[in-house]
């Protein structure tokens, strides 16, 4: 490291900004869905069409982020995804015809898996210059700035300066951080051992890919369906005020920073077969109290709970898969990520559509059953065998 380059700490605070911007750009949009239904005319089940369209568009972008990082590095993808979803969410701001809206969106969910995939790639990178795990922290800067702009959307669509101000401020941060902080970003990349199509067939990529994208796909189904439909439930289906309406998601996104604070020091005490065991059964719990009781108090109580659970699961899935296959962890991420979009397109597109025959507050039975249909898999982590952090060059 020469004097001029920025330490191991200095990155892994830039690589934190990133994991801010892209919790802070998620949370805003996934907040604002009641004013874009309200100003574009969209049905819930026009909006299950977006989603969808998103979340093909950001499989596309995790894909897009494998390809460069494996030319370029992952830095590279990780700024300018940034810049994209910066420049998407200040459009959506403006009142457009529903064509050019769902375009905007689209280019946005591309942004969203291109910076998905390659945060996730520079914290096992930056983890590895460290000597240390820094996944749960920097997951919890990416929850921190969730649980703000859930918190900043109630001040502002309370105040009556309009949800669009809140969705407008997190895109300029999400353009600042790309800019500025592209220095600071860890400017190593795995090395890969075939770059032409071929694998080793003794890597083992293929099977951890399965069993972490496994564990990713659930917890992103739960978190979807807590993301997308939270805000939508409390104030269609219970009548919560417009003010009130955000703090369910707000609430999930204290747990999740909570768990994933204390993560770090739990999950190696308690092991990591037990951990993710625990975090799915307290994911199912809380999804179940949604569909139990149609209190807004028991609502948000529940979103809390799902919000424990999914905050060590994440973390912990995507810090197996990084290590698992030394000298190939970027496009193990890349391919691990995609299953978040499988998990999205279930917990977000789903609900929605079961919205209108049963009802939101049924719909939420998705993602219970998906929880306890996960847990045999948890079995599989004890096959893993975590190696040695991936093999990088500058």
């Known amino acids: 490291m020469t004097a001029a380059e920025p330490s191991g700490g200095t990155r892994a605070r830039w690589i934190g900004a990133g994991y801010a911007a892209q919790g802070l750009g998620y949370a805003a949009v996934v907040t604002a869905l009641p004013m874009f239904k309200e100003r574009q005319g969209l049905d819930d089940a026009l909006v299950s069409a977006i989603l969808l369209l998103v979340v093909v568009a950001a499989a596309g972008g995790s894909l897009v982020a494998d390809a460069v990082a494996a030319r370029l590095g992952s830095r590279f993808a990780l700024a300018g995804g940034l810049v994209t979803i910066g420049v998407a969410l200040g459009l959506t701001t403006f009142h457009t015809p529903t064509a050019v809206f769902v375009a905007v969106l689209i280019a946005y969910g591309v942004g969203l898996g291109t910076v998905d995939a390659s945060l996730s790639m520079q914290g096992v990178l930056v983890q590895a210059r460290l000597g240390r795990s820094v996944m749960n922290r920097l997951f919890?800067?990416?929850?921190?700035?969730?649980?703000?702009?859930?918190?900043?959307?109630?001040?502002?669509?309370?105040?009556?300066?309009?949800a669009g101000v809140a969705v407008g401020v997190a895109g300029g941060f999400a353009v600042l951080v790309a800019l500025t902080g592209w220095r600071g970003y860890e400017p190593a990349r795995t090395v890969m051992p075939d770059l032409t199509g071929h694998r080793h067939p003794r890597d083992g990529s293929r099977r951890v890919v399965l069993i972490c994208g496994a564990l990713i796909f659930t917890a992103f189904l739960a978190d979807s369906a807590v993301s997308t439909w939270s805000s939508v439930y409390l104030h269609d289906t219970l009548l919560a005020a417009d003010s009130v309406a955000p703090l369910g998601y707000a609430a999930y996104q204290v747990a999740v920073l909570v768990s994933r604070l204390v993560g770090d020091h739990v999950v190696p005490r308690t092991g990591v077969v037990a951990a993710a065991g625990a975090s799915l059964l307290v994911c199912a719990v809380g999804c179940g109290l949604v569909v139990a009781v149609p209190s807004v108090a028991v609502a948000v109580a529940g979103f809390a709970l799902t919000g424990l659970g999914v905050g060590v699961l994440v973390p912990l899935a995507f810090s197996a898969a990084g290590h698992a296959v030394p000298g190939n962890s970027d496009e193990v991420i890349a391919r691990v990520n995609l299953f978040n979009y499988g998990g999205a397109l279930i917990g977000a597109v789903l609900l929605g559509l079961l919205s209108e025959p049963v009802g939101l507050r049924i719909a939420f039975l998705v993602p219970v059953l998906g929880l306890l249909l996960t847990l045999p898999v948890v079995r599989q982590l004890r096959r893993l065998t975590v190696a040695a952090p991936s093999q990088t060059v500058p």
């Open 140 to 162: 919890a800067a990416y929850t921190a700035a969730a649980f703000i702009a859930a918190l900043l959307m109630s001040a502002f669509v309370a105040s009556g300066a309009g």
